[in-house]
Antibody, heavy 117, light 108 residues
Framework: EVQLLESGGGLVQPGGSLRLSCAAS????????MSWVRQAPGKGLEWVSG????????SYADSVKGRFIISRDNSKNTVYLQMNSLRADDTAIYYC??????????WGQGTLVTVSS | EIVLTQSPGTLSLSPGERATLSCRAS???????LAWYQQKPGQAPRLLIY???SRATGIPDRFSGSGSGTDFTLSISRLEPEDFAVYYC?????????FGQGTKVEIK
């Protein structure tokens, strides 16, 4: 089983930046595509971004394209989400999950991002 | 973008009853790349079904998935107290990956 631990969330002002990290406890991290999924308070799930196992292919939801950047460091078993130009509607719990070309099998517990002045 | 529409929005049932949840896609889902997730309050989602009908590891056999193309169904044969939760469908065959808006299964 894969365990995922997100970090980096917090309170940020509109227009600001945050970088989320997700550390995976698995020896075969480089075999897994990874995704970020968010959930605004009281709302449903929204896929945000995904990255292939090698890191060579990335994809984004239209709502974050041009503002967020997903990356990974397979030597550190970690995937990142750099979030720039944050807006109030980016406020959500951000979940890291295994999966990109396939189903999202393992999920972290999430990290809360609040965008507010 | 493939839009997934789940129905009903809320399902009120008693323990022991059968639950049938629907997920309809705005266009055909590639290779039945359709998954179902369960989410309880304050918890991360949990994978139940992938490939439209394959149960994930450790998922009880009272959960079953079916369908293809644009119409998919999640069935729970006999509701247990721990099954009352929100259920989401998701397609992962096309980009962007998309989720349905969720169906809440509540105790009647």
């Amino acid at each position: 089983e894969v365990q995922l631990l997100e970090s980096g969330g917090g309170l940020v002002q509109p227009g600001g930046s945050l970088r989320l990290s997700c550390a995976a406890s698995v020896s075969t991290f480089s075999d897994y595509g990874m995704s970020w999924v968010r959930q605004a308070p009281g709302k449903g799930l929204e896929w945000v971004s995904g990255i292939s196992a090698s890191g060579g292919i990335t994809s984004y939801a239209d709502s974050v394209k041009g503002r967020f950047i997903i990356s990974r460091d397979n030597s550190k078993n970690t995937v990142y989400l750099q979030m720039n130009s944050l807006r109030a509607d980016d406020t959500a719990i951000y979940y890291c999950t295994t999966g990109y070309y396939y189903h999202f099998e393992f999920w972290g517990q999430g990290t809360l991002v609040t965008v507010s002045s | 973008e493939i839009v997934l529409t789940q129905s009903p929005g809320t399902l009120s049932l008693s323990p022991g009853e059968r639950a049938t949840l629907s997920c309809r896609a705005s266009q055909s889902v590639t290779s039945s790349y359709l998954a179902w997730y369960q989410q309880k309050p304050g918890q991360a989602p949990r994978l139940l079904i992938y490939g439209a009908s394959s149960r994930a590891t450790g998922i009880p056999d009272r959960f079953s998935g079916s369908g293809s193309g644009t119409d998919f169904t999640l069935s729970i044969s006999r509701l247990e107290p721990e099954d009352f939760a929100v259920y989401y469908c998701q397609q992962y065959g096309s980009s962007p990956r998309t989720f349905g808006q969720g169906t809440k299964v509540e105790i009647k």
